[in-house]
């Protein structure tokens, strides 16, 4: 994939396509080439990732201390809907939003996590937090667009947006479900393997996924996209039963520590793919695992990414610089000098160039962990999130619809 997956954005668009668009056998028609709007990181067609992409890359220059350009944080706020909802972009913001544009909880917890961190934007982050609240399932979840069933990656990049926002996760619930329930509903018994599945099957079994599994540790733990480090705990399967959400968290991040363990990577598994590794998912699992505490569990993945990410991040753009970036502030290494590459400097050369240094309001220093320990939420916090949850280029085999992240990838939005 080429940016960080999503799976709740795939599940979207296989359905919306399979749904309104019978298989073709002649090619499609060739696509014009998109106009990249002025502000926007990335020169690739924004038409399914453009907010997803721009938050990500405004968050992981926040991250390094880094002041994004005035022009960049205004194409984002520009891209809100009324009603607070962001879409994966509209081309013509001086156009109102009508029924006809599909507002999605993914792009709009992104733009969240970017603007809460950034300071200075508390409208725009009160109206877009309002509108995921009435967007919530009665089971405390959220679907990627409304109205559609709760899934791992969704509910957890909402739920790093509740944190980002300074609202209790545990205490936004609807139907008496808060957003851990749906969460903890998709986390498979350790005898299953421990890990989060992406949303039921027809018949309600739940299958371990990798990319649900990154993005529900940080949901269980009450974390954003790009946490710093945890305090050190291993990873294991966390009991039977019921697990509470620091459990989920520990299980998760078991099955993606034994599932990295042979070649230091994850692969991808997105049907009509080649069977290639996942450089965005993998990014994704450094995060979640480093997150939860079990920074030795990512040591060789990240040492992986180091060496072989590289042209990867080139080809994909801002969203995957930032998923690394977000895997070397979590593990404490320095994104400025990962594997031969200042990954800063490549995410802010595929965007308007940022604020000068003496302008920036935040340092790169902060003591990591600190933050994940007082934001871990949720009834269960006694007891103890990353599209990516996630937008990026639709992929649906034999259909002619590309699809951060962006995860994660995706990404893997």
């Known amino acids: 994939m080429n940016v960080r997956r999503s799976a709740a954005v795939l599940a979207a668009a296989t359905a919306l396509t399979c749904a309104a668009t019978p298989a073709m056998a002649a090619s499609p028609s060739p696509s014009p080439t998109p106009v990249i709007p002025s502000g926007l990181y990335g020169d690739a067609d924004p038409t399914y990732d453009g907010v997803w992409r721009q938050s990500l890359a405004l ?20 891209q809100q ?8 972009f509209r081309a013509d913001p001086a156009k109102p939003c009508d029924a006809k544009l ?15 961190a950034l300071g200075g934007h508390d409208t725009e982050v009160d109206k877009a937090v309002g509108w995921l609240k009435s967007a919530q399932n009665a089971d405390g979840g959220w679907g ?89 705990s291993d990873a294991v399967c966390a009991g039977t039963g019921r697990a509470s959400a620091q459990q989920a968290a520990a299980s998760g991040a078991a099955y993606l520590a ?25 990014a994704d699992a ?21 060496k072989n990410s590289a042209a990867w991040a080139k080809q994909s753009g801002p969203a995957a610089y930032a998923q690394l970036i977000f895997a070397a502030h979590a593990t404490g290494s320095d994104p400025r000098v990962f594997g031969g590459t200042d990954l800063v400097a490549a ?44 937008v990026g280029v639709f992929l649906v085999a034999g259909i002619g619809i590309g699809f951060l992240i962006s995860g994660r990838r995706k990404q893997r939005p």
């Open 59 to 78: 968050l992981a220059q926040d991250t390094v201390g880094v002041r994004p350009a005035d022009k960049a944080v205004d194409w984002l706020t520009g």
């Open 81 to 88: 809907c009324a009603t607070g909802a962001f879409a994966a």
């Open 102 to 116: 599909m507002v999605d909880s993914n792009s709009t917890a992104a733009a969240v996590q970017a603007l809460a």
């Open 144 to 232: 990627y667009a409304p109205g559609g069933a709760s899934d791992a990656n969704s509910t957890s990049v909402v739920i790093g947006a509740l944190t980002a926002a300074g609202e209790k996760p545990a205490e936004v619930v609807k139907g008496g479900h808060s957003p851990y329930d749906a969460l903890l509903k998709l986390a498979l018994p350790c005898d299953a393997g421990g890990a989060f599945a992406y949303q039921p099957d027809k018949q309600g079994k739940l299958t371990a996924n990798a990319d649900a599994t990154a993005a529900g540790v940080l949901g269980a733990l009450g974390l954003g996209m790009a946490p710093g480090a945890g305090r050190k």
């Open 258 to 282: 034994k599932s990295v363990a042979k070649d230091n990577h994850l692969m991808s598994v997105l049907p009509g793919a080649e069977n290639q590794p996942d450089y965005g998912n993998t």
């Open 286 to 306: 450094v995060v979640a695992l480093a997150a939860q505490g079990g920074a030795e569990q990512a040591e060789k993945p990240l040492a992986w990414l180091e």
């Open 347 to 390: 995410l802010n050369a595929t965007g308007p160039a940022p604020q000068p240094a003496e302008n920036s309001g935040k340092t790169a220093t902060d003591e990591p962990g600190d933050k994940a320990e007082d934001d871990a939420k949720g009834e269960d916090s006694d007891d103890g999130y990353g599209v990516l949850w996630t």
